[in-house]
């Protein structure tokens, strides 16, 4: 076999990459042979090995697969789960219907989390400029847009989700795992919006898993990035199940409903 197939190295320097290395009969990830990771590190920790280039601790692996677990699905009401639904059934393969999915997932549907590190961020540094983290809260939201990322929900008056994420994180927090700014950040402004609102805002599951994705050092981007890949996972399980009901070009309403008209 040929080895000159670059023999200037402009090529591999071009493509240089940290996260992988492949040639013939070996593939490693962040280092690793693929063979030793394969039947002993769980997905979770793969995850975390991919973007962070280290395995996380056994705590640390647990409390972001909590939260991955937390964001995996919310019913077809929301955009990603009904298109990947109505993309099953126009022909197109799973592959296609998934991306569909995803591909909504942006700054209103899918971005909360990321814009509520943000904002966790930007109170932990009013905090470093001396005010107290009641005041940066209030001060961080009086600034931010009127939807406060993280808190309220349409749906629901208390999130369920909220509670035991915010429980692990606690507990992570007295166990010495993570410590515990952007946790004090994100009940802070949940305290404002509950005392300084005529009905309280309570956090939903944006703001407690951007609270452990920030708490576990992943950078506001990628609470986004990770909720995707939690996401996806209920989008492949919608849109396998939608290709299996014999439906065609499935709509976003009944076909009995005429949409109304404008003007």
């Not at 406060?148 to 909220?162: C, L, Q, T």
């Amino acid at each position: 076999m040929n080895a000159i197939v670059d023999p200037t190295g402009e090529v591999g320097a071009w493509w240089a990459t940290a996260v992988s290395h492949m040639e013939p009969g070996i593939v490693e990830l962040r280092g690793r042979p693929v063979q030793e990771l394969i039947g002993t590190v769980d997905l979770t920790s793969m995850i975390w090995l991919m973007l962070r280039g280290e395995l996380p601790d056994a705590a640390r692996s647990a409390l972001l697969q909590a939260a991955l677990v937390a964001g995996v699905d919310h019913g077809p009401q929301a955009p990603s789960i009904a298109i990947a639904r109505m993309a099953a059934t126009c022909g197109v393969g799973l592959n296609n219907a998934m991306a569909s999915g995803v591909n909504v997932l942006g700054d209103a549907h899918g971005g909360a989390g990321e814009q509520c590190v943000r904002l966790l961020d930007e109170v932990l540094r009013l905090e470093r400029d001396g005010l107290e983290i009641a005041e940066a809260a209030a001060t961080a939201v009086a600034a931010g847009p009127k939807y406060v990322p993280g808190f309220g929900h349409r749906f629901h008056p208390r999130d369920p989700r909220r509670d035991p994420l915010v429980s692990l994180a606690e507990q992570a927090v007295r166990d010495g795992v993570v410590p515990g700014d952007h946790l004090r950040a994100g009940l802070a402004v949940e305290e404002h919006l509950r005392s300084a609102r005529s009905r309280p805002v309570p956090m939903n599951i944006d703001g407690a898993t951007a609270i452990i994705y920030a708490e576990l050092g992943f950078a506001a981007p990628l609470a986004r990035g990770l909720f995707v890949l939690s996401r996806s996972i209920g989008i492949l399980a919608h849109a396998w199940e939608e290709s299996g009901s014999g439906r065609r070009n499935k709509g976003p309403v009944p076909r009995s409903i005429v949409p109304a008209r404008l003007g």
